[in-house]
């Protein structure tokens, strides 16, 4: 009888292994890549031709390891490498400016064999949630000190200081935008949070106010910042700051209600919108979608963002709560900014579309954070909804 009891047992345990994945998360997560993979076949038949579409295949068919390590590895593993995991990230940020590829005024890439690149500051994002969720799960019990706060802010600005250097200043903010989900979901005090997001506008409001801090940004940094406020009303047929911007806005009235159709986009076709197979990917929804695209893929992002919350929200260890709030201060922070540029609320920063945009690193980010969301599912109690 006890041998038979061994399949029965195994049988039961696989049910109920499969109930604790999130099928609606990974779901999700599918119908954006299709919605991404679509766009950058689109984003083929006009001047750019198809490699991004046959290379972003192959980053996907890569990118099958980093989920899978993720899913499959237990999430708590993480946490007892913190040490290691942290070194790793300050050691790859700093090869990047020792030995990191030159483009538009910046160091982001190590080259790779086969022409292909990496991004260590994608990396980074991932580390950096894991390591400070870590950090401050091992101080529960001061978790409302000043010195948790404040060793918190150095965990955080060592890799930010790196990231600047390269410079990144999209990378930087996710990396701050992390910092502030991770915080508040450890239970750091408000008015420390509120005290820094003070000095961060401090900051950003200097940028206009001090000539002394304009003279040291970069100098296409500056350009974008004055193209979201010289743009509108400017000619949109001369190129200048606002381009691009100028370009996705036309591409997104041009799709109406019900868009020109797929793979008929004019502005697409004519190759007028710089970079769209990544930052402004979304001009292809809106352009060939029209409403109805960007509304679908709009209540795609937004199914997707809440079953991460319903994640977070179950997790009973608070290691892993923690964990999951990085995650989604990550991919939603890129979701929310990479918009907010198309329809020029916000300055152009570099930050990609999750699932969406072309790129190796960036997809790979993608599928480890989903992967390393429904690990922290599996071990967490069953969801009713």
Known sequence: MAGLSAPISYTADSRRGLM????????????????????LYSVGQGPVGMSFFRKQLVFFVIGLAPFSLFAFVNPNSWRRGTAWLYA??????????????????????????????FQPSELAKIFIALTLSSFYADRQDRIQEVSTFLLGIAHVALPVFLLLLQPHLGAALVLLATWLAVSIVAGIPIKYVGA????????????????????????????????????????KNVRGN???????????????????????????????????NSDF???????????????????????????????????????????????FAILGFHTFINIAMVLQLFPVVGLWLPFMSYGGTALWLCMACVGLLLAIRRKERPLLF
Not at 24 to 36: D, E, R
Not at 281 to 297: A, D, H
Not at 302 to 317: K, N, P, S, W
Request: proline share 3%; hydrophobic share 55%; aromatic share 10%.
């Open 20 to 39: 604790r994945v999130d099928w609606q998360l990974l779901g999700a997560s599918i119908a954006l890549l299709l919605f991404g993979l679509m766009s």
């Open 88 to 117: 790793i990230n300050i050691v790859l940020l700093v090869a990047v400016l020792v030995m990191g590829k030159h483009t538009r005024g910046a160091e982001r890439w190590i080259p790779m064999p086969g022409g292909f690149q």
């Open 196 to 235: 820094v997001f003070l000095a961060v506008a401090v900051v950003g409001a200097s940028i206009f106010l001090v000539p002394a801090v304009r003279a040291k940004l970069p100098a296409y940094q500056l350009q974008r910042v004055e193209g979201i406020i010289t743009s509108h009303g400017s000619n």
């Open 242 to 276: 606002g381009w691009q911007t100028d370009r996705a806005e036309i591409a997104l009235g041009a799709g109406g209600a019900i868009g020109s159709g797929f793979l008929h986009g004019e502005q697409k076709q004519a190759g007028f919108i710089p970079e769209q």
């Open 281 to 327: 990917i979304v001009t292809v929804v809106g352009e060939e979608g029209g409403l109805i695209g960007c509304t679908l893929l709009l209540m795609t992002f937004g199914f997707f963002f809440y079953r991460i919350f319903v994640i977070m929200l179950f997790a009973t260890e608070p290691y892993l709560r923690m964990a999951v709030a990085g995650v």
